[in-house]
């Protein structure tokens, strides 16, 4: 039988021999959290922590032992602490709806001509081409332009190359009432460019011009498509009134988020309710009031009842339901 006091020196021994190599598993979390770094993205720039908790930036360094080492700890799966490759899609979600469900219910419409065809593909392009020309000005943060300068050179000569080209083949081939029409939808284009410039595209009244301008591309081609010039105007009138109540509405879901109803509230819900009720009253014999109606309804109905911000998701999806029965009802007339 085993002495007490050598069966009390193994069991030490074996809890020396645990300690050990808990305090080892101890010191390979701790590399292993060491190399693990917080990503902070502002202004495009990537922001890491150093070994005390300090913020710093991926390309800042040390000397350490003679030799020069980042004081940042890389990101696991990003080598040196280099961002990921930046999509150049652009980022408003709501604009693609805007520029799309309104191409698609003119090229429905009527059977589509190559004329009505190469605007909206021109105007398709352009729209693709804005977010490479954000990132060239900078306005997508430094960081950003600096590493993907190239890629979004590529795509703004690209995509707004194509757009020129196919806007003039267009042009040339457009009518002489559809030309004017063209010309009429580049106004608020050109000012959805100036606004770009000045970095006030995202205010309420750059949200409204470019309402204006995505919408304003359907017009050309319904009176490329044979559409009479009055009527094209009109149609372009029913879906920037309707995409124009929409922001409002999203503003002020936003704005009531921080807080509580004010006059201006109060107004925009009375008067939204009203160029509503005017749509639906006027709808059978007004093709304005009839693409408007669906949207000016639903925007009041953000502005009266809003919902949290956190829904705007669901915001959105209401949005473009009411774009949709918009074309249908378009489409049925």
């Known amino acids: 039988m085993e002495r007490p006091a050598a069966l009390a020196g193994r069991q030490l021994d074996q809890a020396g021999a645990d300690l050990l190599a808990a305090a080892g598993g101890a010191e390979l979390a701790a590399q292993e959290l060491e190399a693990v770094a917080v990503r902070l993205v502002r202004d495009g720039d990537l922001i890491l922590m150093d070994d005390v908790g300090r913020p710093c930036h991926a390309a800042e360094s040390t000397e350490l032992h003679g030799r020069s080492r980042s004081r940042c700890a890389s990101p696991v799966g990003y080598a040196n602490g280099a961002l990921p490759r930046r999509s150049l899609w652009p980022r408003e979600h709501g604009a693609y709806f805007q520029l799309a469900i309104p191409l698609v219910v003119a090229l429905a419409w009527r059977a ?51 757009a020129v080209a196919l806007g003039g083949a267009a042009l040339v081939l457009l009518p002489p009432a559809a030309r004017s029409l063209a010309a009429l939808s580049l106004a608020p284009v050109a000012a959805v460019v100036a606004l770009a410039w000045r970095r006030s595209e995202h205010t309420l009244v750059g949200e409204l011009v470019a309402a204006a301008a995505l919408t304003g591309a359907v017009a050309p081609v319904l009176a490329a498509d044979g559409a009479a010039p009055g009527a094209a105007a009109a149609i372009w009138l029913g879906w920037a009134v309707g995409f124009g109540a929409s922001v409002v509405a999203v503003h002020r879901v936003i704005a009531r ?59 959105g999806v209401a949005i473009a339901a009411s774009a949709g029965a918009a074309g249908v009802l378009l489409l049925a007339r």
């Open 257 to 315: 988020h921080k807080r509580a109803a004010s006059w201006l509230d109060m107004a925009l819900a009375v008067g939204l309710a009203a160029v509503a009720g005017a749509c639906l009253a006027t709808a059978a014999r007004s093709v304005a009031s009839l693409v408007a109606a669906p949207l000016v309804t639903t925007a009041a109905v953000l502005v009266v009842f809003p919902p949290p911000a956190s829904r705007l998701r669901a915001v």
């Open 112 to 162: 589509p001509r190559i004329a009505g065809l190469a605007w909206a593909a021109a105007a398709c392009l352009a729209f693709l081409a804005h977010e490479p020309l954000l990132v060239m000005l900078g306005h997508r943060g430094a960081r950003m332009r600096s590493s993907e300068a190239g890629r979004a050179r590529n795509h703004l000569t690209v995509l707004g190359g194509g």
